[in-house]
């Protein structure tokens, strides 16, 4: 079993990327801030400095399947970005399965009355907290489990 400790999710997309963050313990995931893209080197410095000041053992990394669980062209972008990511930090970069996390996420803030100008602004922090909650959920009734296991790109579906 791994050690417990504070985890960092990223939701990324073509123009921002969601940041949130579990408690030290693993339990709960918070918002943290939305990373406005400018380039690859911008992005992983930002992250690299979120890791340090939270003193993160592990960042999650949202991968955006299809409904079916194949491969489209999101998945693809993150694997590139995963690529570029992970010799520059420290600690593990794992991935975890993030669909409908948006869709959760933009109901929730819907029922809680935000502006759609305020639920722009956040919505990938939320998505980021969606799916970071399912990770550490996953964990806390899997103890056994690895969780840097889930470092792979699983297979990819071609067969349509």
């Known amino acids: 079993m791994a050690q417990p400790g504070r985890m960092l999710a990223l939701d990324v997309g073509d123009r921002t990327i969601g940041v949130a963050a579990s408690d030290e313990l693993g339990i709960t995931a918070n918002p943290v801030e939305t990373i406005r893209r400018k380039s690859f080197k911008a992005d992983l410095a930002r992250i690299g400095e979120l890791v340090a000041q939270r003193q ?31 010799p ?10 993030e669909r409908l996390s948006t869709v959760a996420a933009e109901r929730a803030l819907i029922q809680s009355g935000l502006t759609r100008k305020r639920r722009k602004q956040v919505i990938d922090q939320v998505a980021a907290v969606y799916f970071l909650q399912g990770f550490l959920n996953y964990l806390s009734l899997h103890p056994e489990v690895d969780p840097d296991r889930f470092g792979a790109l699983p297979p990819r579906d071609d067969a349509g």
Request: hydrophobic share 50%; aromatic share 4%.
């Open 56 to 86: 993160a053992v592990r960042v999650v990394v949202g991968l955006p399947l299809m409904l079916d669980g194949s491969h489209g062209v999101q998945v693809e972008k993150v694997s590139t970005f995963i690529d570029k990511l992970r």
């Open 88 to 97: 520059t930090l420290p600690v593990p970069v794992v991935l975890w399965d």
